[in-house]
C-alpha cells in the first residue's frame, strides 16, 4: 500500500505565502512524476505544477513566477512554495505521484492525496 499526505494549507490573507508538503509511503522502490493539483468549488481539477524524479518542473500559466515546486527524492517528499498568493488561487490541493512498488515490475501506478485546504482572503 502506498499512502500520500498533504499538508500546510490554512488560509493566509492576500499577498501571502503557504508552503504545501507532500509525503509518500508504504510500498515504494521509486517514485516518477509528482505534481500538485487543485480544484476549485463548481470547477474541474487542474494541474498547478510537477516535478520529474530528475527535478525538470512544469507549472500553469496562473501560477508562473509565483509558485516554485520541488522534491527530495531521499524522503519521498514533495513540496509547493506559493507566494503572492491571490484569492483565484483559492482550492484544494492534491498531491499526485507516480510511483513503481514492485523493484521486478516496471510499473509506475498513480496515487493521489487525500487534499489540503488553501484559502485566500482578499
Known amino acids: 500500500q502506498v499512502q500520500l499526505v498533504e499538508s500546510g494549507g490554512g488560509l493566509v490573507q492576500a499577498g501571502g505565502s503557504l508552503r504545501l508538503s507532500c509525503a509518500a509511503s508504504?510500498?515504494?522502490?521509486?517514485?516518477?512524476?509528482m505534481g500538485w493539483y487543485r480544484q476549485a468549488p463548481g470547477r474541474q481539477r487542474e494541474l498547478v505544477a510537477l516535478?520529474?524524479?530528475?527535478?525538470?518542473?512544469n507549472y500553469a500559466d496562473s501560477v508562473k513566477g509565483r509558485f516554485t515546486i520541488s522534491r527530495d527524492n531521499a524522503k519521498n517528499t514533495m513540496y509547493l512554495q506559493m507566494n503572492s498568493l491571490k484569492p483565484e488561487d483559492t482550492a484544494v490541493y492534491y498531491c499526485?505521484?507516480?510511483?513503481?512498488?514492485?523493484?521486478?515490475?516496471?510499473?509506475?501506478?498513480?496515487?493521489w492525496g487525500q487534499g489540503t485546504q488553501v484559502t485566500v482572503s482578499s
Open positions: 516535478i520529474t524524479s530528475g527535478g525538470s518542473t
Open positions: 508504504g510500498s515504494i522502490f521509486s517514485i516518477n512524476v
Open positions: 499526485n505521484a507516480d510511483i513503481q512498488s514492485n523493484p521486478w515490475v516496471r510499473t509506475y501506478n498513480a496515487y
